[in-house]
């Protein structure tokens, strides 16, 4: 969430090097294809070697954990946990590559046996071991788990040490991705865990890693400081000394800190402060595209908005172009559905994926004359009102509910803006159901593959309704499309049968409207001159980002 669930955001050309140390990934794991779309710049962090050790770097960013632990932290909010409670794959070049794992077998489709790099050890020193590896996957594991990223475990049966090195997933059924769910958690200290239980996360147990750089100081959702592990176990050693992450909610105070220098640069740059951020002095800004969706969400299980006609109304007086260019500053393109094209091309083909996705753009079309049919035939002729919670972490969500209000008034739908905290504001939308019906999100992808945020979306096993992770934030339930979805999950990563399905599943759920979705945005980052402003997109936050920022 934005943040994936509610949050996520490109591979890239440029990945820090790989500590691999001979690690591989046999056949039966198979890896996300390179797509092209989506390239996150980095250079080999062994190349800086520790040339520029001396440095300091603070960034912004929009979302931080309120608790240092992997079960509260997802997307963007991890990318100050993975360069310090390192995965046991890395994303690189297109594919996942072992880091803290040296092999990753499959013996069959529902079984993964990890083997442990040896010599991997933690800041104090201790080993980390199979067992570790164990406890910090089950922690995301089973209904009972707290886990944000719960839903990307929900294949998973068992967890369990099978050797002095090894540790065996087993799944229910095939889960492509699951590869990908082990590149999006840190591993964990179990003997830390036993020992500081619930504290741990906290501003005084902060928590402990494998990574080259480690906690110093954390004040919750606010800011975060990491200082460099001398003793890291890799051979790509940190290239600075201390690095800062931020978040400040404020747009002015935002500009404050920039301009001020309290900030080096801002990682995933607000769309409307783009123009502003980019022209501060001795501040270059870099773009690449996103694997994210900004949509609004029609909540079917909600009154009034259960009724068909009063959801095709809120679609049909929904000005699209006029919120692109406006609220989001022309940073972004039209969304015909939740999948970026791009993205969808390299699965299911671009000519399938271009007929698909115009037949989806076509049926979203800015009509206020068949908006007032529609809702002249709905449960609320007379109209609607209805509170959109948004968030001060991404401005962009006010400003796309005020444009979209003024058309939307028009037919009698009236729309009140109230900014809440993020906690407030991802427990009403995501799991408490605390709204009017409609919210809006930004949700980004958490890995490059097509599937993701379908099933995440429309998939009627992650409703809250169901128990689910919460991310299908419409509460959409549609028997067919669930099926077309498992079966695509059933079929190999590349195999092109999986993009028809999630084709069809999308154009059938797109047909119930219950979200509506508005642009694909453009990640921006801005650095000062001395940093690599192009070093992240997307998945900036799988990468070991602060070497990349100082390699220009």
Not at 223 to 244: H, M
Not at 435 to 459: C, E, K, R
Request: some cysteine; proline content about 6%; overall charge negative.
């Amino acid at each position: 969430m934005q943040d994936s669930v509610p949050d996520i955001r490109n591979p890239s050309a440029r990945w820090g090097t790989m500590t691999t140390r001979g690690g591989r990934i046999l056949p039966g794991l198979v890896g996300v294809g390179v797509i092209a779309a989506l390239a996150l710049a980095t250079t080999a962090c062994a190349a800086s070697g520790g040339a520029n050790k001396s440095k300091s770097v603070s960034m912004l960013t929009t979302v931080l954990p309120p608790v240092l632990d992997p079960r509260q932290s997802s997307s963007l909010a991890s990318g100050s946990l993975l360069i310090a409670l390192e995965p046991l794959l890395r994303y690189h070049d297109g594919k996942f590559e072992p880091l803290l794992a040296s092999v990753v077998e499959t013996p069959d489709p529902t079984t993964y046996v990890l083997t442990i790099r040896d010599g991997v050890t933690f800041w104090d020193g201790s080993p980390f071991t199979a067992e570790d590896a164990a406890f910090s996957i089950s922690l995301h594991v089973g209904a009972d788990s707290e886990s944000v990223n719960a839903a990307l475990f929900t294949q998973v049966k068992s967890v369990e040490v099978t050797g002095d090195d090894k540790a065996t997933v087993s799944l229910s059924a095939p889960d492509p991705q699951f590869t990908a769910a082990l590149a999006q958690i840190g591993m964990v200290s179990k003997a830390f865990y036993d020992k500081n239980g619930t504290r741990v996360g906290t501003r005084d147990v902060l928590n402990l890693g494998t990574g080259p750089y480690k906690f110093a100081a954390f004040s919750p959702t606010r800011e975060v400081t990491l200082e460099a592990n001398d003793g890291y176990w890799g051979e790509g050693k940190p290239a600075l000394e201390n690095v800062k992450l931020g978040v400040i909610s404020d747009d002015a105070a935002r500009m404050n800190a920039l301009q001020s220098a309290e900030y080096d640069g801002m990682l995933n740059v607000p769309l409307p402060q783009v123009a502003s951020i980019g022209g501060l002095p001795n501040m270059r800004i870099a773009d690449s595209a996103d694997l994210s969706v900004y949509k609004f969400n029609l909540n079917v299980e909600t009154k009034p908005w259960n009724d068909i006609h009063l959801r095709r109304a809120f679609q049909m007086a929904l000005n699209r172009g006029a919120i692109v260019q406006g609220a989001l500053g022309g940073n972004a393109e039209l969304a015909p559905t939740v999948v970026p094209e791009s993205v969808m091309d390299a699965l299911a083909g671009e000519e399938a994926t271009r007929a698909a996705y115009t037949k989806l753009g076509n049926d979203i079309v800015f009509d206020l004359d068949a908006a007032r049919n529609e809702i002249a035939q709905s449960s609320s002729p007379a109209g609607v009102s209805a509170e959109v919670l948004v968030t001060g972490s991404d401005p962009t969500l006010g400003l796309i509910v005020q444009t979209a209000a003024q058309d939307l008034a028009k037919i009698g739908i009236k729309l009140q803006v109230r900014e809440v905290d993020d906690q407030t504001y991802y427990s009403a939308v995501y799991f408490g159901r605390e709204t009017d019906g409609v919210s809006i999100d930004m949700f980004s992808g958490s890995t490059p593959d097509a599937s993701n945020l379908p099933m995440y979306v429309i998939n009627g096993a992650n409703t809250a309704i169901a128990g689910g992770s919460g991310t299908n934030i419409s509460d959409y339930v549609n028997p067919a499309v669930d099926a077309r979805l498992n079966d695509s999950q059933k079929l190999a990563v590349d195999d092109p049968r999986r993009g028809a399905l999630l084709l069809e599943a999308l154009t059938l759920a797109q047909a119930d409207v219950p979200y509506v979705p508005i642009a694909f945005p453009k990640v921006f980052v801005a650095a000062r001159n001395g940093l690599d402003a192009a070093s992240a997109g997307t998945f900036w936050w799988m990468s070991r980002w602060p070497d990349a920022l100082v390699a220009a």
